[in-house]
C-alpha cells in the first residue's frame, strides 16, 4: 500500500545537539512538506519542496534544514538553532498534477528536549 | 495571506446526534479545501476534499460543503457516534501541490 513513513516516532534530543527526522513516500507525489504542530494548536509549515533539489522556507522555518535528493524522502533536520523544539512534526506529500488529489500526512515524529 | 477560522473549538454532544462544524477562510482564490480528523498523538487522516468547482462531498456519515463566493465550509456527521470523538481541522490550498493552510482544529467529544 502507498503511504508516507515517518521515523522515529519518539524523539529525544539534548540541548545543542542536532537531530534528523526522516519521511519517505511512495506515492511518487511531487511535492512534499513538513509541519510543526504545538498543544492546541494548528498546523504551521516549516519547508516544502515541490521537485527534486529544490525547497522553499515555510512560516517558520528558523532552526530548521531540510534537503531533497531522491523524489521518495524529505528529511528534516532540527539544529541547534531552534530554541524551543519541542513539538509534534508531521510529514506530507501531494501531487501537482491537476485533479482530485488531496494531501497524505505521515503518523508524524514527537521530539522533546530533554 | 490566507488565514482559515475554525469554529467551535470545542465540542461536547451526546451520542446520536446530528452536528455541523464551521469552517471560514479569508481568501476566496482557492484551489480546494480538506477535511481531516485527528486522533490524540496520532497524524492526520484525510475525510473529505472538496474542489473549488465543487459544492460539496460525501463520505457514509460525512457530508462537507464548500461556498467558496462566501469563504466557508461546513462538515456535517449525521448520527454521531462515540468513535468520531477526534480533533477535526479543515485546510486550503491555493494552487494544485501547493502548501495548505489549516485552521486550529475543532474538538469533537461524543458521549455515549
Known amino acids: 500500500d502507498g503511504g508516507i513513513t515517518q521515523s522515529p516516532k519518539y524523539l529525544f534530543r539534548k540541548e545543542g545537539q542536532n537531530v534528523t527526522l526522516s519521511c519517505e513516500q511512495n506515492l511518487n507525489h511531487d511535492a512534499m512538506y513538513w509541519y510543526r504542530q504545538d498543544p492546541g494548536q494548528g498546523l504551521r509549515l516549516i519547508y516544502y519542496s515541490q521537485i527534486v533539489n529544490d525547497f522553499q522556507k515555510g512560516d517558520i522555518a528558523e532552526g530548521y534544514s531540510v534537503s531533497r535528493e531522491k523524489k521518495e524522502s524529505f528529511p528534516l533536520t532540527v539544529t541547534s538553532a531552534q530554541k524551543n523544539p519541542t513539538a509534534f512534526y508531521l510529514c506530507?506529500?501531494?501531487?501537482?498534477?491537476?485533479?482530485?488529489?488531496?494531501?497524505?500526512f505521515g503518523s508524524g515524529t514527537r521530539l522533546t528536549v530533554v | 495571506k490566507q488565514e482559515v477560522t475554525q469554529i467551535p473549538a470545542a465540542l461536547s454532544v451526546p451520542e446520536g446526534e446530528n452536528l455541523v462544524l464551521n469552517c471560514s477562510f479569508t481568501d476566496s482564490a482557492i484551489y480546494n479545501l480538506q477535511w481531516f480528523r485527528q486522533d490524540p498523538g496520532k497524524g492526520l487522516t484525510s475525510l473529505l476534499l472538496?474542489?473549488?468547482?465543487?459544492r460539496e462531498q460525501t463520505s457514509g456519515r460525512l457530508n462537507a460543503s464548500l461556498d467558496k463566493s462566501s469563504g466557508r465550509s461546513t462538515l456535517y456527521i449525521a448520527a454521531s457516534q462515540p468513535g468520531d470523538s477526534a480533533t477535526y481541522l479543515c485546510?486550503?490550498?491555493?494552487?494544485?501541490?501547493?502548501?495548505?493552510?489549516f485552521g486550529e482544529g475543532t474538538q469533537l467529544t461524543v458521549n455515549p
Open positions: 485546510a486550503v490550498s491555493e494552487t494544485s501541490g501547493s502548501r495548505l493552510t
Open positions: 506530507a506529500s501531494s501531487t501537482r498534477d491537476r485533479g482530485n488529489y488531496g494531501y497524505t
Open positions: 472538496i474542489q473549488s468547482s465543487q
